[in-house]
């Protein structure tokens, strides 16, 4: 499939580190909408169980509209083309996706795209993990921990920041330094794709199933400061 030049895409949108990442390396598009997949029952992110407030918040710091589809893992493919289809009959030509190297979780992406025709893009794809954590910081973005299983994160972790001396305790720990496996999921509460900031102004630890949380119940946006050489 031939793509316009700056083709319109929706991001495919968790709230965490990879699809912010994905999208801010995504050049030859142009984000106009996040998507994000959602529960039936509290209207939680599908992936990282994030509050439809939180998202919404992280929608207005970026200036791009979110879209929460509600769903159930049962009727998700279904869900999912219909609301793809739509953004398709408006204009969008192109998906953005951070997925990094599962395969099985690629094809599923491709076919179901290929169904409504829908270009799947995927920026981070077999980049290398320890490159895309650099790149994560070194570009600016402030991620912290919101989930980890509780039998491999350290809980002293939950809400705190994706930096170098987290990057250094997942190597130290042998886990996947990005969370790929279900590690770990974050929250990106700042960065270039921003134009406001959000801060947590409380928040408290959870543990259930298996997970450790960091539940985010006070959450306000504020404005960035600027650089005295801006």
């Known amino acids: 499939m031939k793509l316009s030049k700056k083709a319109k895409a929706f991001v495919s949108w968790s709230g965490g580190k990879d ?7 995504a050049r030859d598009t142009e984000p106009i909408v996040l998507l994000n997949m959602a529960t039936e029952d509290a209207g939680r992110s599908m992936t990282h169980g994030l509050s439809g407030k939180a998202l919404r918040l992280q929608s207005d710091c970026i200036g791009l509209p979110l879209i929460q589809q509600t769903t159930t893992w049962n009727t998700y493919e279904r869900n999912f083309k219909d609301v793809a289809g739509r953004l398709k009959k408006e204009g ?35 980049k290398d993990r320890s490159s895309l954590l ?15 299983k509780a039998e491999l994160i350290n809980e002293k972790y939950l809400g705190c920041p994706v930096d170098p001396s987290f990057v250094e305790y997942v190597k130290e720990i042998a886990i996947d330094i990005n969370g790929e496996n279900g590690e770990y ?3 990106v509460i700042d960065g270039p794709l921003f134009k406001k900031k959000i801060e947590i102004t409380k928040g408290q630890i959870i543990h259930k199933g298996g997970y450790i949380f960091y539940d985010m119940v006070e ?8 650089a005295a050489n801006e």
């Open 19 to 25: 699809c912010c990442l994905a999208m801010h390396m």
């Open 134 to 148: 650099e790149e994560l910081i070194s570009s600016g973005f402030k991620a912290i921990v919101v989930a980890a």
């Open 185 to 187: 999921h974050t929250f």
């Open 219 to 226: 959450l306000i946006t504020k404005k960035k400061e600027i």
């Open 92 to 126: 969008i030509e192109a998906g953005i996706f951070g997925d990094i190297d599962l395969e099985e979780h690629r094809a599923w992406i491709e076919r179901v795209c290929a169904d409504i025709g829908i270009e799947p893009m995927f920026p981070l794809w077999q």
